[in-house]
């Protein structure tokens, strides 16, 4: 049985940061991808999906992703750069390894997987969102007889065409599946609030900064006053700006529920539609770990930071404010995985040292 001092569950961004700061401690780590390539969740995104900030506010610790000659790197730019980032660091990766649960006895964790089982002496969970997606219970949503799908399953509005689709959610995927779809066909939009729309000249470097002065204020035991921010939700890249001015950008609001063609809106009108995407969120992709610790409805368990409380040698990496501000973002999960390599010497430092007397 081989044991490896560090195992990273998960491929993508939030993976290839860890591995970048475990690669100069001199641990022996490796990283377990599900995923057949290189390139994490952003495999599975939709087509026309890009990033809110630039290329140079949009990079790993120790590289910057090349400029795009976008304003907002395209999709199959960013996986280009995580594949290169992979390779120029020499990340030991494993692939197709789909880790199935994670038990542990004594001090050692056990890894069991579609392939073999894996040991090791601590592990970073760095799974993300994109395997947990979220739809509502909706009333009647047994009886619509149209197609439904997240938006994690959407690619793009071709199978869609000549059909009246709905879009549901008021975030930025929905503003930008929104977008995309009503270019090919007849959408509507439906929203629990009124959607809020970020100034045209505030991007995800702006999003970025917030975060940062939320996370420093934090370090310093000061309060932070969000209200200097009063900004909005959907940032406008060029498509969302692009349906804006095409005049279908704007949402009809709450419906009460589903019936077997389409939906009922609050006013009690009835309308048809053929497929529903729901652009709802996601919960955590933590069922890996169900075995191991105690998780919330949405997969969430106790964390200090992104070490986990019950289990010690256990780290969460990546998951947004759970774990970290900004820990979801590419820009934003160098401080969380640094701070993580860090507390990873020091627990097998000390677990070494116990052993030892």
């Known amino acids: 049985m081989y044991i490896k001092d560090v195992i990273i569950i998960g491929g993508g961004q939030s993976a290839l940061a860890c591995g970048y700061y475990l690669r100069?401690?001199?641990?022996?780590f490796l990283i377990l991808d599900k995923q057949e390539n290189c390139g994490g969740s952003w495999q599975e995104g939709w087509d026309?999906?890009?990033l809110f900030s630039p290329a140079e506010q949009s990079s790993l610790p120790g590289w910057?992703?090349?400029?795009?000659?976008?304003?907002?790197?395209?999709?199959?730019?960013v996986i280009h750069y995580l594949c290169k980032y992979e390779q120029r660091y020499k990340l030991a990766v494993e692939r197709p390894v789909e880790v199935l649960e994670v038990t542990k006895e004594d001090d050692l964790f056990k890894l069991k997987t579609n392939q073999e089982d894996f040991y090791s002496k601590a592990v970073i969970s760095a799974t993300g969102i994109w395997e947990a997606p979220f739809i509502p219970e909706v009333k009647g949503g047994a009886v619509f007889q149209g197609e439904q799908l997240h938006a994690s399953e959407y690619?793009?509005?071709?199978?869609?065409d000549g059909?009246?689709?709905l879009v549901v959610g008021e975030g930025n995927s929905g503003a930008q599946i929104l977008?995309?779809?009503s270019k090919a066909t007849e959408t509507t939009w439906a929203t629990l609030k009124t959607p809020d729309f970020l100034p045209d000249d505030v991007d995800g470097r702006v999003l970025f900064n917030i975060?940062?002065?939320?996370?420093y204020a934090k370090q310093k035991g000061e309060k932070f006053d969000a209200s200097k921010f009063n900004l909005g939700d959907i940032v406008m890249v060029p498509s969302v700006k692009d349906a804006r001015e095409r005049g279908v950008l704007n949402s009809k609001g709450k419906f009460l529920s589903l019936y077997e063609h389409g939906v009922i809106w609050e006013n009690g009108e009835k309308e048809q539609f053929d497929s529903i995407i729901w652009c709802t969120g996601f919960h955590y992709a933590t069922r890996h770990l169900q075995s191991l610790a105690h998780a919330d409805a949405k997969g969430k368990i106790k964390t200090n930071g992104t070490r986990a409380l019950e289990i010690p040698g256990l780290w969460m990496v990546g998951y947004g404010g759970w774990t970290g501000y900004a820990s979801a973002t590419l820009i934003g999960i160098g401080r969380s995985?640094?701070?993580t390599t860090e507390e990873i010497q020091e627990h097998l430092k000390t677990s070494e040292a116990d052993n030892q007397q």
């Open 24 to 28: 100069r401690t001199g641990l022996d």
């Open 48 to 50: 026309s999906l890009t």
């Open 64 to 77: 910057l992703m090349p400029k795009s000659k976008n304003n907002f790197p395209h999709r199959d730019e």
């Open 155 to 160: 690619k793009n509005p071709d199978e869609f």
């Open 163 to 165: 059909q009246k689709v």
């Open 179 to 181: 977008a995309d779809v």
């Open 211 to 215: 975060a940062s002065a939320k996370y």
């Open 337 to 339: 995985a640094k701070k």
